[in-house]
């Protein structure tokens, strides 16, 4: 005999939504440095959690003023797309959304709660990225 109910035989996936930003500046991008597993003491985008209610695009101003002092309009905010591999993140599944912005003129960092450390790269020479930021930096990256 055959039912129409779904195979529940394998547990249901847990999916964190998080938002990152990719940042550009005369020839540099902001990047943060973790302080804390996994990644520690490797550079990031600035990025993190969307919080219960929140947009990823209000999320993504919010994580970026949060760990690197910088604010930037959502209005200013462009999304390059969603990152969705398994794998991306070892902690589990993560899907972000990442946006990108360019500002005129460097402004001074000031790493804040979520980050060691702030600061601009020359995009001719980036450290090596944690997470898949790579890819999500040649996205976002101005042809």
């Known amino acids: 005999m055959t039912t129409d109910t779904p195979d529940t035989s394998e547990a249901d996936e847990t999916i964190r939504y998080t938002a990152d ?11 943060v440095l973790r302080g804390w597993d996994p ?24 994580e970026l003023e949060e760990e690197a002092g910088i604010a930037v309009p959502v209005a200013d905010l462009r999304q390059v797309g969603a990152f969705d591999a398994p794998g991306r993140d070892p902690r589990g599944r993560y899907v972000s959304v ?4 360019t500002l005129r003129a460097t402004a001074a ?5 979520d980050a060691a ?6 995009l001719d020479a980036l450290p090596d ?3 898949d930021h790579g ?3 040649a996205a976002a990256a101005p042809r």
């Open 21 to 31: 930003v990719v940042l550009f500046a005369a020839g540099h991008i902001l990047l």
């Open 39 to 62: 990644y520690e003491g490797y550079w990031t985008l600035p990025g993190g959690h969307v919080d219960i209610g929140e947009t990823s695009l209000a999320a993504a101003a919010r």
């Open 98 to 101: 990442a946006y990108t912005a």
């Open 109 to 113: 960092p000031t790493a804040g709660t």
């Open 117 to 122: 450390a702030a600061r601009w790269w020359p």
């Open 129 to 131: 990225l944690a997470f």
């Open 135 to 137: 890819a999500i930096l």
